[in-house]
């Protein structure tokens, strides 16, 4: 009887499946960014601590655009990596003064909990994106039993640029269960107006797929982007032009430890069969953007093992081949007794944000907490997420020690330098 009712489940999941693969919307091409002229022509890279809370585990962070040119950073925080505590917060970088505003929670674990109506045992991994019609759509993972591999994914809508929020919802992304659909990657637009969202798969198999979204938030279409064999998680979306893109995932298996991907040349109805890049993948999560000149940048561990190290990197031909334009992180070979360091890491924290010159302590204790149990320390310089604002400038966070956010802003005339240095 129960092997029945299995099949029986089954075969409805399957149904589903097959009945809205019938039934997608037409091709509509990717919409691509226009950037003008670069206001400044000056080349300047700085950075700064996004977030402020000490003594805390910090992680998994994203941005969007506002429209008046300030940068908005989501991540979560709390205790420790699904903590019941975790939050998920927020602040705003404005580029002209330089400065991050005070941080913000945007959803609880018990908030999110009383509007779903439903057992929420953890909150991860916020993600932000722009409906065409300017509205700002937060998603991110929720957990009701299990880890990770039993999320489902949460929407909430601003109309007033992230100053408040609508009530959480749960997407309804599976057939079967709705379970185990978590986000990373950056939204996209496609040419029609509907919205693009990459996501993966944990449970049972591995893998990446596409969401589509309608004006209203409805999911009218769902694209398998790799197979379990692939293990490829974590997708990010490069639009080369309306019809070709190039989409780079993590990779989460033991063997080759390089990034995954796929491709289209027909506006995404269809993709390529996944292949191993050229670039290396500790099995870590990566960032990309497309450039209106047909370069592509990508922000990634460049290596097979550990997260001590991250890269900046580029591509000139359509992302068959990559090179390192600045490392942006690079403990890799450091003695990890614990006084050297704590020596170390004060001098990172002192080179990340001018602000820390007053009380560095603070920083090294709060990253020692995170990343020294029982003495043994490690760094992580982790989970990138880049975007390029509509200035030209281009702004990058990523988790430092898994104990603050850090912000790195560069212009375009910096990175042109450094291109030329690179050659």
Known sequence: MKRWMLSGFVLIAFGMGFFKALQHPPAAGFALHSYPAAENNAAKFQSHFASSALHIQTHAASL?????????AFWFEGSREGAKDVEIRSAVFDPAQGLWSAEQTVATRERTEQALQ???SKLGNPVAGRAADGTLWLYYVTVSLG????SSITALTSIDEGATWSSPRRLITSPFLNISTLVKGTPFLYGDGTLGLPVYHEFIGKFGELLRFDQRGAIVDKQRLSSSKDHGLQPVLLAKNADEALVLMRHAGDEHRNVVSVSTRDGGRHWSEPVRSTLANPDAALTAVALSDERMLAVLNNQKQGRDALSLMVSVDGGANWKTVYQLEDQRGQKLEELNYLKIA?????DSDAKVATAPGDYVASAQQQVCPEHNCRFEFSYPYLIQARRGDFHLVYTWNRSFIKHVTFTQAWLDQRLKEAR
């Not at 004060?346 to 002192?350: D, H, P, Q, V």
């Open 147 to 150: 880890g990770w591999a039993g």
């Open 346 to 350: 004060e001098g990172l924290a002192r």
């Open 64 to 72: 969007v655009e506002l429209k008046d040119g300030r940068i908005r």
């Open 118 to 120: 439903r057992y929420v």
